[in-house]
């Protein structure tokens, strides 16, 4: 394939995207209030720019078109033109190139620069002026993926609730250090799908999988300049791609063999998924994607003045699900990561934030009543982080029947039980027979509740019982960052200690934390290296050095 391309034909707007059909690639992009839409095509490194293709059909707000001549691998971006007034919720720079929502694949990554921002850095936020300078030269871009792959015969298992033993991983941290898995492998999605990863999945028991986030996400500037990174990945910029920093190959069809090998295994694949907000963060935030496609549909702005987010999540944003076109996009990622990728399940990061249809958290709205009777994804794993930041958010128990939750309750009671606090005998009774008193009255069974003595967040089980206090110094936010509410008990000595008593008495209480899990009524999950005395030595990890 050589640039220029010479044939540009109408298309369609279906699929969403970009796909390739065998014989060239169609286009379609959700654009309501932009007023002209170009398609950027780069050579094969991505740094120049070679042709700009404006797309001139438009039908029902979807702008399209259809390359003959394009073939996978193809890079491009989109820039869009309409009003910059952040006033009236629009900030269209088409100066900025920008990642398509519906991208398959993204290729490079972002260097951060003052170019990425669509107003001129150091201006107050009551006189952002529009800034000219061209993002492209550090923008990664999209690439056209073809999508066959040899599934053969791959199944899901179609693990029944009751029968469920949850892992939660990283899909880095998990195998960069494995001494088992070949060096070149680790830290990637071809590492999780060795035999000495699957072999120990198998050992433990483990019937799903569940990695925290693969969705294409940004190391916020910030935290950069620190010599810091968003680690866990729960600041999303793609939905569709899968992260290439995991991928030892940078091809597609690696998650797609991992997720194969984990199936001919009997395990399940089931993502945490942010589909909450993005990593454009607030108004000061940078034009990477939706922002400059358009962002008064993508997003919740407020409604006297839309200059401004609602800020449901603590990150800056949150997605615009009263927008059927953005309540499309999700579900169509969903679909694609079931359809197309064969996982079998998500937990979603913050859900309370996906049921604000106005403000108050609505346990009938839309996201939740589409996904009810869609039939791909009412037949596969739903489970929920039942909270987020804003008023109302907590609903632990109160997310509709056929989902799971994190129950947070079950985690807060038995850590404080076996820690010594008095007076618990009542709740710890209802936590290790399935919290009916959460989940009984709207006729959900015990499975509903997802047990889990430690996540991501907090601490890990070694540091239950070795630690009073937290010890996040690393991150750089003065110990200020993460809860204080963590109802761990150090057993005698803050930290990592000789004594072989106290030794002693810290191994039991991990196996009776760890026996009272598998043992509740409900579905357990593990967090990857509890079960080896993992320890970050008293941190939270939640930001960690790059």
């Keep these: ?106 290729a490079g990554e972002l260097r951060w620069s003052d170019a990425h921002f669509g107003y001129s850095v150091g201006d107050s936020q009551e006189d952002m002026s529009f800034d000219c300078r061209d993002n492209a030269a550090d923008m990664p871009k999209c690439r056209v993926i073809d999508p066959t792959f040899p599934w053969g015969e791959d199944k899901a298992p179609h693990i029944a609730w009751t029968d469920m033993v949850v892992y939660e991983l990283h899909v880095r941290g998990f195998t960069k250090n494995h001494p088992e898995v070949p060096p070149a492998l680790r830290g990637t999605y071809a590492g999780l799908a060795t035999a000495p990863v699957i072999d120990h999945l198998k050992r433990l028991g483990i019937t799903s999988v569940e990695l925290m986030p693969i969705h294409t996400f940004l190391n916020d500037r910030h935290l950069l300049d620190q ?143 589409i996904l009810v009777q869609d039939p791909v994804l009412s037949q596969v794993k739903l489970i929920a982080e039942p909270w987020d930041l804003g008023e109302g958010g907590y609903q632990v128990g109160n997310f509709p029947t056929g989902w799971g939750e994190w129950n947070d309750h079950y985690r807060d009671t038995m850590r404080s039980y076996w820690k010594g606090d008095g007076g618990l005998i009542g709740d710890f009774a209802s936590r290790l027979t399935g919290s009916s008193d959460f989940y009984d009255h709207s006729g959900r069974k015990p499975y509903a509740s997802v047990n889990f003595i430690t996540a991501h967040d907090g601490f890990t089980l070694h540091d239950v019982v070795s630690y009073n206090d937290k010890h996040n110094e690393a991150n750089g936010e003065g110990n200020r960052d993460g809860t204080d509410n963590n109802n761990s008990w150090n057993c005698g000595a803050e930290g990592e200690t000789e004594d072989a008593e106290i030794n002693a008495l810290r191994t039991r209480q991990k196996r009776n934390l760890l026996a009272t899990l598998f043992l509740s009524q409900g579905v357990p999950m593990l967090l990857a290296g509890d079960e080896m005395g993992r320890t970050p030595e008293g941190e939270q990890q939640r930001l960690l050095p790059g």
């Design 1 to 106: 394939m050589n640039l220029p391309l010479s044939a540009v034909w109408p298309g369609t707007p279906f699929p969403r995207g970009a796909t390739w059909d065998g014989e060239g690639v169609n286009f379609a992009l959700f654009f309501e209030n932009a007023t002209k839409v170009e398609l950027c095509l780069f050579d094969p490194t991505g740094e120049n720019e070679i042709q700009r293709i404006e797309l001139r059909e438009r039908t029902d707000l979807i702008w399209h078109c259809y390359l003959p001549e394009a073939r996978p691998g193809l890079l491009y971006g989109y820039r869009v033109h309409g009003p910059y007034d952040p006033a009236n919720g629009h900030r269209f720079n088409p100066n900025k190139l920008l990642i398509e929502p519906y991208a398959k694949d993204i």
């Design 227 to 369: 010599g810091l990174s968003n680690y866990w990945g729960y600041n999303s910029i793609g939905f569709f791609a899968a992260d290439s920093r995991y991928s030892s190959s940078g091809e597609v069809s690696e998650f797609k063999t991992m997720v194969k090998t984990m199936h001919s295994n009997g395990i399940e694949v089931i993502l945490d998924v942010v589909y909450n907000h993005t990593a454009e963060g607030n108004h000061y935030g940078p034009t990477i994607s939706f922002k400059g496609v358009d962002n008064a549909s993508y997003y919740r702005l407020v409604g006297d003045d839309p200059r401004y987010y609602m800020d449901y999540t603590g990150c800056g944003n949150t997605l615009n699900l009263q927008n059927p076109r953005v309540l499309q996009m999700i579900m169509d990622s969903l679909r694609y990561w079931v359809l197309e990728m064969h996982v079998d399940g998500f937990r979603f990061d913050l859900a309370s934030a996906l049921a604000r249809e106005l403000h108050a958290v609505n346990r009938l709205g839309a996201f939740f009543d």
